[in-house]
């Protein structure tokens, strides 16, 4: 994601544009130990775990591992991993099973700074276990999807633009390409920092990068091909985050890129997405804009967090709303 932001700051400044007044309260919670962008979260159970990212210094990354406890507010450090540090990781659970990997390296680009490894993690045990590589080298900031027995991996950046999906077959450990079924011939164009998730057994997508920021919002089906959905509402944005409750999707923050003659602008919105109505709401505003930020959701309660400000500063903070 990151490839966005040099993009960006080379050419323009941040602006910040008004909100309307909204009635859903957002509120604080303990803040992260280290601030830190471009970081991967997951939920088992009933707590949050945020895994790498980085610092300002965009070559400086973590390969850590932190969990939150809503139940006491409280951080604890799980300390390094066996993998690599990274930005931009991709992470999904499949029945208590975390599945995680890929992401950037940072640093000066090359093929090999854009991982490939992917791990099954189990919290339970504090276990870690390396599978099949991921197929290619398209991995900076991947969008993933949970179905029955298969996880779809998909969108990630390396040089260039591209739209590669893949199914990963979590008995048999191996990965098949689904592009001809799904990326060439279905809806979403080709881009990046899009973002997703799976809600009611269903999988979104929408956002992202392709010249300007996007505002497409899809549907994958059957694991076969796109179909479109309500877009977005509001402006275009880029490297926003969703998460899903158990009905709906929220979508947060990101930044809003409309061409070279016009400003880069860091929001500030939260909007809910109702899949069985195909509506989008405006709930909530963030305390300030966010991007490359985190986002996750246990129970009833919505958080959004870390990332990058409005004056592009690498934060700690953590916020939620309730449903």
Not at 72 to 79: A, E, I, N, V
Not at 276 to 281: C, G, R
Request: glycine fraction near 10%.
């Amino acid at each position: 994601m990151q490839k966005i932001g040099y993009l960006i700051i080379a050419c323009l400044f941040v602006a910040c544009t008004a909100q309307p007044d909204l009635t859903t309260p957002v509120r604080e919670c303990a803040p992260a130990p280290i601030a830190r962008a471009c970081a991967t979260t997951f939920v088992v159970g009933d707590q949050a775990y945020v895994f790498g990212g980085r610092t300002n210094d965009t070559d400086s990354s973590f390969n850590d591992l932190w969990v939150y406890s809503p139940a006491s507010d409280q951080w604890t450090s799980l300390g390094t991993t066996p993998l690599q540090a990274r930005v931009n990781a991709t992470a999904c659970v499949h029945n208590g099973i975390v599945y995680i990997g890929l992401g950037f390296v940072g640093g000066r680009s090359t093929d090999s700074l854009y991982l490939r490894d992917w791990w099954a993690y189990d919290p339970a045990g504090n276990t870690w276990t390396a599978l099949a590589d991921y197929p290619n080298s398209y991995t900076d900031g991947a969008t993933a999807f949970v179905g029955e027995n298969e996880l779809y991996v998909g969108y990630g950046f390396c040089w260039q633009y591209r739209r590669d999906m893949f199914r990963y077959n979590i008995q048999t450990n191996t990965w098949d390409s689904i592009d001809v079924g799904v990326a060439f011939h279905g809806y979403p164009t080709r881009s990046f920092g899009g973002t997703g998730t799976t809600c009611l057994k269903r999988h979104f997508m929408g956002t992202g990068y392709y010249r300007y920021s996007l505002d497409w919002w899809a549907e994958l089906v059957d694991g076969t091909h796109w179909e479109k959905r309500t877009p977005v509402p509001g402006p275009t944005r880029t490297i926003a985050k969703t998460t899903a409750s158990a009905n709906y999707i929220y979508l947060s923050g990101g930044l809003h890129y409309g061409g070279v003659t016009t400003t880069a602008e860091v929001l500030r919105d939260i909007r809910r997405y109702d899949p069985q109505n195909d509506q989008w709401t405006y709930v909530a505003i963030l305390p300030e804009g966010l991007f490359n930020h985190v986002s996750f959701a246990i129970g009833n309660r919505i958080y959004f967090g870390l990332g990058e400000t409005e004056e592009w500063n690498v934060q700690n903070k953590l916020y939620y709303i309730e449903e």
